[in-house]
């Protein structure tokens, strides 16, 4: 055995540019994003902790379970949160958001983009063009959106985007990401609160201004996440985004054909705001559907929307024809009814979405 690839090697300065040149590109920026050395809801949460402090107000929009959680998280920093909420078969309109804006004047917003718990896709694009114009500080969460649908950070003039790979990306989850634009980083660098010397500190990952030439690779990123995450995102960029997006977009077209099909109806109530990455399917009295466990990719609701939606889980591999085909038949078998016609529309489906 060579002595030198014995044991664990710490992630080099060379690795560690390569993932944050690999995850700007991806987002459309040209601010290195910051690498963050866990999952993604630590970067999010980072995020609430950096940019809340009393005498700040947000809005926050609710339209799922991730949407409470960071708001949450920006009442403990004693910032003025004012919730935006929908119910969870919907996604925010984005007349709503204005006139919320008109009201409240607040100083930064923050949504989740799309929603895989509840199927349902924010209009982001929207969103972000009416907080620009009243220039507030933008927040997303987008670790289910990334893959699945366009994000173009620096054109859309997102301040923090948070990501991840482990959904539409098919990769690890034990690092991700916090694209920070200059604003963001004077908003947080303006709040005294802002952590330091912390997990929670995004102040403390401040990359260089050029992002490739990291001083030092920050000591607390695991090297064999880091390393899989590389390795994800280099396929990702072999197959193309658009690439990605697109078998997105058709595993969730080909999934809401099957299930109509089927005779089942979609939980999310807007067909122009689904999720790619997720369908929910509304299950009202039908006791076939409480399913206790997951069959393959067809699962149970989250928390409080278990037993009212089942979640088909078409993301990162699972975007594909096969995974989608062998959903509708589970579903087809839990309805006890014949799939070969939910099938046909299936593929049908594929076709039309990904030709
Ligand atoms: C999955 C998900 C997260 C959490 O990411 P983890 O890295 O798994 O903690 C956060 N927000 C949204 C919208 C998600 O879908």
């Known amino acids: 055995m060579n002595q030198e690839h014995k044991g664990y090697v710490p992630l080099t300065r060379a690795e560690f540019s390569t993932l944050t040149s690999q995850f700007a590109r991806l987002l459309s920026t040209e601010h290195p ?32 379970p991730y949407g409470s959680l960071f708001g949450g998280w920006l009442e403990r920093g004693g910032a003025r949160v004012v919730e935006v909420k929908v119910p969870f078969d919907e996604v925010v309109p984005a007349e709503q958001v ?29 969103i972000l063009r009416i907080a620009r114009t009243h220039n507030l500080i933008t927040v997303t969460d987008s670790v289910s959106a990334v893959g699945g649908e366009e994000l173009l ?58 992002g490739v030439e990291p001083l030092r690779v920050p000591p607390n990123i695991p090297a064999l996440e880091a390393r899989a995450l590389i390795d994800a995102l ?27 099909a089927l ?14 990455l997720t369908t929910t399917v509304r299950i009202g009295g039908d006791q076939r559907l409480r399913i206790a466990q997951p069959v393959g990719i067809v699962a149970p609701g ?35 009814t014949d799939a070969a016609a939910a099938l046909q529309a299936v593929r049908a489906a594929w076709g039309n979405a990904h030709a």
């Open 234 to 260: 280099a396929a990702v960029e072999a197959e193309g985004l658009d690439n990605v997006i697109s078998r997105h977009r058709a595993a969730a077209a080909s999934a809401v054909s099957g299930i109509k």
């Open 153 to 210: 950070v620096d054109e859309w003039g997102v301040d923090f985007a948070a990501v991840g790979a482990q959904k539409a990306l098919g990769g690890p989850n034990g690092v991700s990401a916090v694209s920070i634009s200059p604003r963001g980083w004077e908003f947080m660098e303006s709040n005294k609160a802002a952590p330091r010397n912390s997990i929670l500190s995004l102040l403390d990952l401040k990359p260089s201004p050029t």
């Open 302 to 336: 989250d928390g409080e929307l278990n037993g009212r939606l089942l979640r088909i889980n078409h993301f990162g591999v699972n975007a594909s024809l096969q995974s989608v085909e062998t959903a509708v038949t589970a579903l087809a078998e839990l309805l006890e």
């Open 98 to 126: 204005a006139a919320a804006i008109e009201r409240v004047k607040p100083d930064a917003i923050s949504f989740v983009q799309a929603e895989v718990v509840t199927g349902g896709s924010n209009p982001a694009k929207e």
């Open 263 to 276: 005779g089942l109806e979609p939980w999310q109530k807007d067909s122009g705001h689904y999720s790619t």
């Open 33 to 64: 994003p910051v690498i963050i050395p866990g999952e993604a809801i630590l970067g999010i949460e980072a995020v609430a902790a950096g940019i809340s402090a009393p005498g700040r107000t947000f809005i926050n929009v609710v339209t799922g």
